[in-house]
Structure formats: C-alpha cells, structure tokens
C-alpha cells in the first residue's frame, strides 16, 4: 500500500524548533497556558506548511502539462506537479501517480476540506465519473483547486463546481504526515 513518507529535515527541523521555543516559553507559565501555547503553535505550524504548499503551487501557474512530467523544466502532468509541490515545499514525499496518492492518507469529507489537501478525479476508463482514479489537484480552498489539467493546457485554477470537475469528483484526502501535523502528533 502506497505511503506517504514524513521527512526529518526543514521545514519540519523549524516545527520542532517552534515546538521547543513554545515549550521553553509555556514552562515558565501555568499548564493551562502550555497547553493553549503548543495548540496555537500547532495550529500556526499547520497553517504555515499549508501555505508554503499552496505559494509554491501558485507560482507555478502557466507550467505547461507534459505526460509524466515531474518537472517546471521540462513540465508536468497532474500527479508530478503534485509530487513536486509537496517535496519541494515541506519534504513530503507522495507516490507517482494519481491512483497511489489516492491512497495515502486519511479520507476528508468535502465540507472539511482545508487547503493543502489532494483532491480526485474520475477522467478516464468511463462517462460522467465512473471511471478509475486518474486525476489529482491541490485544494486551495473556497471550492478551489490547482492542478496541471491535460495536453495543450498549464497548470492552473478550475473550481469543483464547474461541471466537468463536479461530476468527476472522487474524493478527498489528507496526506497522513499533514494529518498528523495537524493533530500536534508528528514526531519533529
């Protein structure tokens, strides 16, 4: 089964020196202030990886799609661009292809969707969404997500309302290492 792998160097080497600058912080107040400082520290943790994920797949808008493309050199397809978003912008290490990434990690309801989190697509193998797991992007938030959508195009937004995208939608899902930041449990 596909995985996701949680690296041990930057950014998450500043989460841990967060975590500890809260921690020297909290001691020389009451528990109940360790305890709001590490939450609000995880919480701001979280909200900063979201967003170096999200500014770097903003900036490469306009990256032409090329199949198996990995590259901003040479181009991307969709689940290269996603591989390349997360490795480059906090270490995290996804699958190759749209099918295993859909793997990784711990599914999320539509309505709990937070940027940074992988959403599917059913493009191919059938009509109208029927088909096998072919597509990944990256939630941006409000109904928004960028992706490297198909030959001849560029990287850029689209909306899941948008028809094509809302009858193919298959899902979301949160890469376990961002789950676990997110749940103040990852082991930095």
């Given amino acids: 089964m596909a995985q996701s792998t949680l690296p041990t160097q930057l950014p998450f ?3 841990t020196s ?7 912080d909290a001691a ?5 202030d360790s305890d709001t400082s590490a ?18 797949a903003m900036e490469l808008r306009h990256v032409r799609y090329v199949r198996g493309g990995r590259d901003p050199s ?13 490795e480059r912008a ?8 749209s099918a295993s990434q ?19 697509f059913r493009t191919a193998g059938g009509r109208h969404g029927k088909g096998r797991i072919s597509h990944v992007a990256i939630y941006i938030g409000e109904g928004r997500f960028i992706h490297s959508p198909r030959r001849g195009e560029s990287v850029r937004v689209d909306n899941l309302s948008d028809s094509y995208w809302a009858k193919r939608f298959a899902g979301a899902r949160r890469p376990e290492a961002m789950a676990q930041i997110d749940a103040g449990t990852h082991n930095g």
């Fill in 90 to 97: 906090i270490g995290l290490q996804l699958p190759s292809n």
């Fill in 102 to 120: 859909y793997l990784v990690g711990k599914i999320i309801h539509r309505d709990d969707m937070k940027p940074g989190d992988l959403v599917f």
């Fill in 28 to 32: 020389a107040t009451s528990d109940d």
């Fill in 74 to 86: 040479t181009g991307f397809d969709c689940s290269g661009f996603v591989r390349y978003v997360f």
């Fill in 13 to 15: 080497a500043t989460v």
């Fill in 39 to 56: 939450q609000f520290s995880d919480a701001k943790t979280s909200q900063g990886l979201r967003d170096m994920l999200i500014g770097l």
């Fill in 18 to 24: 967060a975590k500890t600058n809260t921690a020297d």
